[in-house]
């Protein structure tokens, strides 16, 4: 059973909400029914962004889902839109938790199809932590998504410990995804401008945000009071399979954890990044053939596109078989027991 664990979806609530807006972030619709999306601040590698039906036509998405061969998804709010990291709670707050209500009648009624992750805003913490107990007590899902951009320094990470308790005492599953926090989470790093190769400058900056927020939940100790989190990490862990020999050579065993170790205490999965057999062979060196799961990252990249990299990877069919089903199963599995 291939899970899909890297994928988005807006909501129908959540659309008329950006329609509604006057200023960026919003959504407008055009005469023939696509919907663009234009961010505020500096969220997008591009100004706006058309979207695929498949954002928030369930029949096309289901029709997609069964050319490619894909079994379920694991559905999650696509924080790279931006929205924590520019507006304040009094919007945030209720989006997400309409989109959230509305997430849950989806899976509600596609149970073998779609899992869902509660979108948690950081603009209130307070809010976020009761939410994701609701997501646990009252929605059904399995966890929560949250901006990358918290994690990037341990100061960031410890404002968000509220929502870790809760996790913790709910064996959540937590899915760190590109984008900023509310600007009140500190920590966080200046966005560069791009004006030059921006797509260039946008997977460098998000590449360098995973590896850093890696480096925060497992050599910072941000995770060690939380052993029954699970945590997944997006687009390879970025950069961090790359830096990890340099970082290892340069630890003191007397006073530094086992860095080799320590990294495999969080999941990666393979949406954008998983696109060439060496980004794939330095993730499996580092992380192991057990913490790598399968994501698209549909509707911005076709799902068959990752499975054709996979497929090419060079990696041997039991490992392969691993990121496109055992792992993601066995992951499952856990969580709906806790």
Do not use: C
């Not at 007590?137 to 990358?148: A, K, Q, R, S």
């Not at 794939?280 to 790598?292: E, H, K, N």
């Not at 990752?306 to 993601?328: C, D, F, I, M, Y």
């Amino acid at each position: 059973m291939i899970i899909d664990w890297h994928n988005h979806w807006l909501s129908p609530r959540s659309i008329d909400l950006l329609l509604a807006r006057t200023e960026a972030p919003y959504l407008r619709r055009s005469e023939d029914g696509t919907l663009t999306y234009t961010g505020a601040g500096k969220a997008l590698a591009r100004p706006s962004l058309a979207l695929d039906r498949g954002f928030h036509d369930i029949p096309t998405r289901l029709a997609h889902l069964d050319e490619a061969g894909v079994d379920r998804q694991v559905i999650s709010w696509p924080t790279t839109f931006g929205l924590d990291g520019v507006l304040e709670a009094d919007f945030t707050v209720p989006f997400f938790k309409a989109w959230n209500e509305d997430l849950a009648v989806l899976v509600r009624k596609h149970p073998d199809r779609f899992t869902g992750l509660a979108a948690l805003p950081t603009a209130d913490i307070a809010w976020s932590a009761a939410e994701l107990q609701r997501a646990h007590d009252v929605y059904g899902f399995i966890g929560g998504v949250l901006p990358v951009g918290a994690f990037l320094t341990l100061e960031g990470a410890e404002t968000l410990r509220p929502i870790f308790e809760v996790a913790e005492r709910n064996h959540s599953h937590i899915y760190l995804h590109t984008g900023a926090a509310h600007p009140s989470i500190p920590g966080q790093w200046s966005s560069t401008l791009r004006q030059d190769a921006a797509w260039a400058r946008w997977l460098l900056e998000v590449n360098s945000h995973f590896a850093a927020s890696i480096i925060t939940l497992t050599l910072g100790g941000f995770l060690d009071r939380y052993p029954n989190v699970t945590v997944q990490i997006a687009m390879l862990g970025g950069t961090l399979s790359f830096l990890e020999e340099a970082i290892t050579t340069r630890s003191r065993p007397e006073a530094d954890p086992d860095v080799p170790a320590s990294l495999k205490r969080v999941f990666i999965d393979t949406g954008v990044m998983g696109q060439g057999p060496n980004a794939l062979a330095s993730a499996y060196r580092v992380f192991g053939p057990d913490r790598i799961l399968f994501g698209s990252d549909y509707p911005l990249v076709p799902s068959q596109r990752t499975l054709e990299v996979v497929e090419q990877s060079g990696l041997s069919h039991k490992q392969k078989s691993l990121l496109l089903a055992g792992n993601g199963e066995h992951l499952l599995k856990q969580l709906v027991r806790s």
